[in-house]
């Protein structure tokens, strides 16, 4: 079966960094978009990132604004794994952090909608991260 398992989460202080990992088994991994989102207590799970497999030359990625230009996320499919790398730190940044596996391999749906929940049927357990401040 598939499985999805995140590792790299902590506490830290705002402005630190972080590299999330998500090591995936039981599908081909390089054919699927994966996914991070997060959920903070309270709040809904929402979109962090997305990459897309690899498309002619090159991989898609796609950003919540809200981390944009501090969080990159990447892939490496002879291990896989995906990544995130978390730069500047905020404490607004603080939830669990969970990496998916879209239902669909070799489909990228665009840009926009690389963040739908929906789209995506395995998932992790998930990580804490802590950010103080």
């Known amino acids: 079966q598939v499985q999805l398992v995140e590792s790299g989460g902590g506490l830290v202080q705002a402005g630190d960094s972080l590299r999330l990992s998500c090591v995936a088994s039981?599908?081909?991994?390089?054919?699927?978009?994966m996914g991070w989102f997060r959920q903070a207590p309270g709040k809904d799970r929402e979109f962090v990132a997305a990459i897309s497999s690899y498309i002619g030359s090159t991989y898609y990625s796609n950003y919540a604004d809200s981390v944009k230009g501090r969080f990159t996320i990447s892939r490496d499919n002879a291990k896989n794994t995906v990544y995130l790398q978390m730069n500047s730190l905020k404490p607004e940044d603080t939830a669990v952090y969970y990496c998916?596996?879209?239902?669909?391999?070799?489909?990228?749906?665009?840009?926009?909608?690389?963040?739908?929940?929906?789209?995506?049927?395995?998932w992790g357990q998930g990580t804490q991260v802590t950010v103080s401040s």
């Open positions: 039981g599908r081909t991994f390089s054919t699927y978009v």
């Open positions: 998916a596996t879209d239902s669909n391999p070799n489909l990228y749906r665009g840009p926009q909608t690389m963040g739908t929940l929906t789209n995506y049927d395995y």
